[in-house]
């Protein structure tokens, strides 16, 4: 379109009320919630950028196609749809449906995981790390050094470093690592896309290696998008060929379908391996449910059958990119640091920069997180030494980056709620020098992030 307007390529159909609080009912929402957002009511908060995952809006579509759904137990029309939406995209011969992405991890990780196992990965989420080490394998972060660095301006930071993985692969041994993972895009490294110049390199490692690659593929169509802009190879492609050619380049994947699917619920493992199918629908039926439904309703996978093809629309992501980029220019231009450059399903806030009085073990995320909610009811997210710091040997460290992430659900807000977003910002930003430190006193075993509580250090 030759203007600049950011164009929502849809109109609202149905709407959910907002309920408006005052500050002293989010101090009060903050002191039950031991300052844990995660334990808020989600109506005690005016603008949800919590995660993209499950959060966005279905369309007409979608939901005319949830009233199509066939609920038999096996055999379903329902997971017929689904499955060929799935390998139009991503054409693995068999596709697993689960009811989510971590679901898909547990299942390829009590197959692949195990104690003397090390599984790399650009950057793992904190489900996949924490599934692998359930098993008792390692998970290794292996991403471009400039992937480390929020300011640094390279086009594809999600990119994992072949020469990391080459040394890591002769360090452990080639029959130690089972498994080479890519995250597209590479969410915990600040929603930054993965070149498919780097999946080829990864590609020739992993065959020369004979290790097997999977893609963590919950933001596919994101990170295509990414490499029509900016690779010139594929500047004049079709999203779903990108995509294509990136599955060509994998031996499997797993995927949440709460992200670029479009759905509200859903996920699944594909692969080409016969064997290894076959030992992962086994596990499916005892945790998941039958193979052409897993944890899923039929009319689940029709949504996300739906779902699939409005996440490849050119329309549909040239808005998505451009109007999570609005955020992220718009609070840089106001001199608040962010993650550059602006990924695609959320702006990350660098909360280690702009609250350079805290230590990363007083969490200036979770303070910047818990600032926010308290001056404008938004509800963003830690992704820092509170969700990586400890250690599995029970000690705690600063982890690379202390961020806040404001995660953008799809096609749910609107232009002027992301404005309130900025003046939100740029209002606490003014004040980010008084802003306390926390500690933790009480925390949980593994993922501590969820459900541990914290209170300010006076
Ligand atoms: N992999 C990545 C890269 C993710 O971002 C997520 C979820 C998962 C796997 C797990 O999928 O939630 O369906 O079980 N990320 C959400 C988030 C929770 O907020 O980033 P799930």
């Not at 449906?97 to 547990?106: M, V």
């Not at 130690?176 to 110049?197: D, K, R, Y």
Request: aromatic share 8%; net charge negative; proline share 6%.
């Amino acid at each position: 379109m030759p203007f600049n307007t950011i164009f929502e390529p849809f109109r609202i159909h149905s709407v959910e009320p907002l309920k408006l609080t005052t500050p002293i009912e989010r101090r009060q929402a903050l002191a039950a919630a031991e300052f844990n957002l995660f334990s808020l009511r989600s109506r005690d908060v005016i603008i949800d950028l919590l995660t993209d995952s499950g959060t966005g809006a279905m369309s007409r579509d979608q939901w005319a196609a949830i009233q199509h759904g066939d609920e038999s137990y096996a055999g379903s029309p329902s997971w017929e749809m689904f499955r060929d939406a799935v390998q139009n995209l991503f054409p693995f011969k068999h596709v697993i449906p689960t009811h989510q992405g971590r679901a898909a991890e547990k299942i390829l990780f009590s197959v692949f995981g195990g104690a003397g196992n090390f599984i790399p990965n650009n950057t793992h989420f904190d489900t996949t790390r924490a599934n692998i080490e359930f098993t008792g394998a390692v998970a290794t972060d292996l991403v471009i050094d400039e992937g480390l660095d929020p300011q640094n301006l390279h086009p594809f930071k999600g990119n994992l470093d072949p020469i990391k993985l080459e040394a890591f692969i002769t360090k452990h041994g080639r029959e130690n690592v089972p498994l080479i993972m890519l995250t597209v895009t590479n969410n915990s490294g600040g929603g930054q896309p993965v070149s498919m110049a780097n999946m080829r390199e990864i590609r020739e490692i992993s065959l020369r290696h004979g290790i097997p690659l999977y893609l963590d593929a919950c933001r596919f169509a994101e990170n295509a998008w990414f490499i029509r802009e900016r690779e010139v190879e594929f500047a004049d492609w079709d999203v779903a060929d990108i995509i294509r050619e990136m599955a060509a380049l994998a031996d499997g994947m797993t995927m949440s379908a709460k992200k670029d699917p479009l759905g509200n619920i859903g996920g699944w493992l594909a692969m080409n391996d016969d064997d290894l199918a076959e030992r992962c629908r086994t596990m499916l039926v005892l945790t998941e449910g039958f193979p052409t439904y897993g944890g899923l309703a039929g009319r689940d996978l029709e949504a996300l059958a739906v779902g699939l093809t409005e996440a490849v629309s050119h329309d549909y992501l040239r808005y998505r990119i451009r109007s999570t980029a609005y955020l992220g220019e718009s609070l840089a231009a106001s001199g608040i640091p962010v993650v550059q450059p602006i990924g695609g399903h959320a702006v990350y806030l660098d909360a280690r920069a702009l609250l350079p009085h805290l230590s990363p073990l007083q969490y200036p995320g979770q303070s910047l997180a818990i600032a926010l909610y308290e001056a404008g009811g938004i509800r963003g997210c830690e992704i820092g030494t509170v969700m990586f710091g400890r250690q599995p040997d029970g000690t705690e460290v600063a982890a690379a980056m202390d961020l806040v992430r404001l995660a953008i659900p799809r096609r749910t807000y609107t232009q002027s709620h992301i404005d309130y977003v900025i003046e939100v910002c740029q209002q606490v930003a003014d004040r980010s020098g008084a802003l306390p430190g926390y500690r933790i006193t009480r925390e949980p075993k593994a993922l501590r992030h969820f459900t541990s509580a914290f209170e300010p250090i006076s």
